[in-house]
């Protein structure tokens, strides 16, 4: 079985300062992360995922996450956010051969002008 | 690709009457997803299917509810004899075999108030 824990339910943070979303698990297998986003009245999206080779992964607009197997952490972090990155961000495992997903509680990230 | 879409969107029943919701996924998905998400928590997993078996479902599946996917397409959830704790969003997610790891595509999801 595995779990899922977001260390932070809010964060405020003012635009163009640097934010980091924690996310840790607990697996007894291998593992397949994701970090998806639920932007205000929209559905889930995938931001990012790690399936194996570089711990480093990155989305298309500036977010990047690092996969520490020791820590078993994978951390989402930005340099520099903006208002639209305003949203819920939930982190998932997946350890299964068929994809079913294991979220955490989600972190609600807020931008501030 | 019109993405994965749900209906209705919102349903407002009283308790001990059936619901029954619908799912269309993203065409050629051979995987199908249902979750349950509840206020101020994550989506928890329901039950899964690849094609028209379903290989999985979860303790929180109780007898009352039931998930059909005929012929491998759509696919419906069915909650017989609401209660109000099933009050919650309702989500379907699709995905194509890549072995694990798939990338999940979820639908709005459909609100279920339970008077």
């Known amino acids: 079985a595995q779990s899922v824990t977001q260390l932070d339910s809010q964060v405020p943070v003012f635009e163009e300062a640097p934010v980091e979303l924690r996310c840790n698990y607990s697996?007894?297998?291998?593992?397949?992360l994701f970090w998806y986003v639920q932007y205000p009245n929209q559905g889930l999206q995938l931001l990012l995922k790690?399936?194996?080779?570089?711990?480093l992964v990155e989305s298309i607009n500036g977010f990047e996450a690092e996969f520490n197997k020791s820590q078993t952490s994978f951390h989402l972090r930005k340099p520099s956010v903006h208002i639209s990155d305003t949203a819920e961000y939930f982190c998932a495992v997946s350890g299964t051969s068929y994809g079913k997903l294991t979220f955490g509680q989600g972190t609600i990230l807020t931008v501030h002008p | 690709d019109t993405g994965v879409s749900q209906d209705p969107r919102h349903k407002i029943t009283k308790r001990g009457q059936n619901v029954t919701f619908r799912c269309d996924p993203i065409s050629e998905h051979n995987r199908l997803y249902w979750y349950r998400q509840t206020l101020g928590q994550g989506p928890e997993f329901l039950t899964y299917?690849?094609?028209?078996?379903?290989?999985?479902k979860s303790r929180l599946l109780s007898d009352r509810f039931s998930a059909e996917r005929p012929k491998g397409s759509f696919s419906t959830l069915e909650i017989q004899r609401t209660e109000q704790g099933d009050s919650a969003m309702y989500l379907c997610?699709?995905?194509?075999?890549?072995?694990?790891?798939?990338?999940?595509?979820f639908g709005p999801g459909t609100r279920l108030t339970v008077l």
């Open positions: 299917f690849q094609n028209e078996a379903q290989l999985e």
């Open positions: 790690y399936l194996s080779g570089s711990t």
């Open positions: 697996s007894s297998v291998s593992v397949y």
């Open positions: 997610a699709s995905s194509f075999t890549e072995g694990a790891g798939d990338t999940q595509y």
